[in-house]
């Protein structure tokens, strides 16, 4: 029997000796509500299959093989709708998860609770349930794994911290573990251990899989200590990786060459930068996508060349790319509505650029109200300080340093103002 065989088989009487002890009221573990061990066992293996970022279509086919084997599982019909895409068609599928739900056991029935007001945005509530249930069921890795996620969501990273290494002590073959562990790490300031937790998670990944939050977390790392080169090497990495998988569908490989040409524009790397925002375009055209994403990956050509363009002082030039920018999103229509906050980043930056902190503030003030991330808050608060007001700058400098969201937004905005705070 093969090595995930055995795993598979291991986790299977795992599960149904947590069943048996869920009838004596002594159950450490989740006990899946199926009297069906085909059922069971694919959702243990789409489970071991998340672990080690294998693809969603995988996961989601062992979903479909569980659910024919036991239509009445509510486990399984959630694992199905969780690994849907679009969310329209996911919703008929979590819903009956939810009723199914009533007649599951009690662990799962809160474990599936939580699930699903976590996916509400609801996680203070998600991590209520998940602190009991986990305080229950100290034995199950799920359990722990779900509760890392979403106290590390909330920015309680030492919580975050003890759930993923008791996930890592329960089960130390789960790549997902480490890299979520690297990210905690991360947040914490923590930066070579955060590396080396996800180069673990790198060497225990599925051979096949090119997980993003793996090379990502290797370049923010690199990133937060001011080496550009090795995260663009981590970033060329992923590149290779992900072509070799055959990438994820609806996603061409464009959004890794704009993150590459962002840490060049914002490390003064100009011409790269430029280079990599128009090589990254030439994927689009091609790709099996909608006209809509195509139009909206061309929305970031525009957006990417006018920062870069504003950058090497061809400040005509940046403002033609704003334009045409905004002349898309006014011809969308109501569609559109929702990328009026990228308009007014663009233009922001292009004003701080060109020396106008007046208008960069109105700009970057009505982007960060609508769409607030860490990089757009640098901008602001670079803007605050080069029109003398110290107080607003250095109060969202502050903010930026006491963000907990795991970006490279975070990663380019969070050592200057740390710097800027002394």
């Known amino acids: 029997m093969s090595k995930l065989g055995l795993r598979v088989l291991g986790a299977v009487l795992l599960m149904g000796a947590a069943a048996n002890a869920a009838e004596t009221g002594k159950a450490k573990a989740l006990a899946f509500t199926t009297t069906s061990t085909e059922a069971r066992a694919r959702v243990v293996e789409a489970l071991g299959k998340i672990e080690n970022f294998e693809p969603a279509a995988r996961v989601k086919d062992l979903a479909k093989q569980a659910v024919a084997a036991d239509p009445d599982f509510a486990f399984a019909q959630y694992l199905l709708g969780s690994a849907t895409q679009p969310a329209a068609d996911a919703k008929p599928i979590l819903d009956k998860a939810v009723t199914l739900a009533k007649n599951a056991s009690p662990g799962e029935q809160r474990y599936l609770e939580a699930g699903m007001l976590n996916r509400s945005r609801k ?13 229950d069921l100290p034995e199950d890795r799920t359990v722990a794994m779900l509760l890392g996620q979403v106290q590390l969501n909330l920015g309680q990273l030492e919580p975050a911290k003890t759930a993923f290494e008791r996930a ?15 990210n905690v790490h991360l947040l914490l300031g923590d ?25 990502y977390g290797i370049a923010f790392s690199h990133l937060y200590e001011g080496h550009p080169d090795l995260a663009l090497a ?39 930068a430029l280079t990599h925002y128009e090589k990254g375009f030439e ?33 005509e030039d940046a403002q033609k790319e ?32 060109a020396g106008d902190f007046k208008a ?11 769409d607030p991330d860490p990089f757009r808050k640098l901008l602001l608060a670079r803007a605050y300080e080069k029109a003398g007001d110290k107080a607003s700058a250095r109060k969202v400098y502050q903010e930026i340093v006491d963000s907990k969201e795991n970006n490279i937004e975070r990663a380019l905005a969070y050592p200057e103002a740390k710097r800027k705070l002394g």
């Open 123 to 135: 996680s203070q509530e998600a991590a209520a349930i998940l602190v009991r249930l986990h305080a």
């Open 168 to 182: 890592i002590a329960l089960d130390a073959t789960s790549a997902r573990a480490y890299a979520l562990l690297g």
């Open 191 to 215: 930066y070579g251990m955060a590396r080396q937790l996800f180069e673990t998670a790198r060497s225990k990944k599925a051979k096949e899989a090119a997980p993003g939050a793996v090379f």
């Open 234 to 272: 981590s970033l060329a990495t992923f590149l290779e990786e992900y072509r070799r998988s055959g990438g994820s569908p609806g996603l061409p490989e464009v959004f890794i060459w704009n993150s590459m040409a962002r840490i060049n524009l914002e490390n003064g790397r100009l011409e790269e």
């Open 283 to 315: 994927r689009v055209p091609g790709a099996d996508i909608s006209e809509q994403d195509k139009q909206i990956w061309l929305g970031r050509l525009h957006h990417g060349r006018g920062r870069t363009l504003s950058r090497m002082r061809k400040h």
């Open 322 to 353: 704003a334009e045409t920018l905004k002349k898309m999103i006014d011809q969308g229509g109501e569609a559109s509505r929702r990328f009026v906050p990228a308009y007014h980043y663009l233009a922001g930056y292009l004003k701080l650029e």
């Open 360 to 370: 960069a503030i109105e700009h970057l003030t009505q982007s960060n109200d609508a």
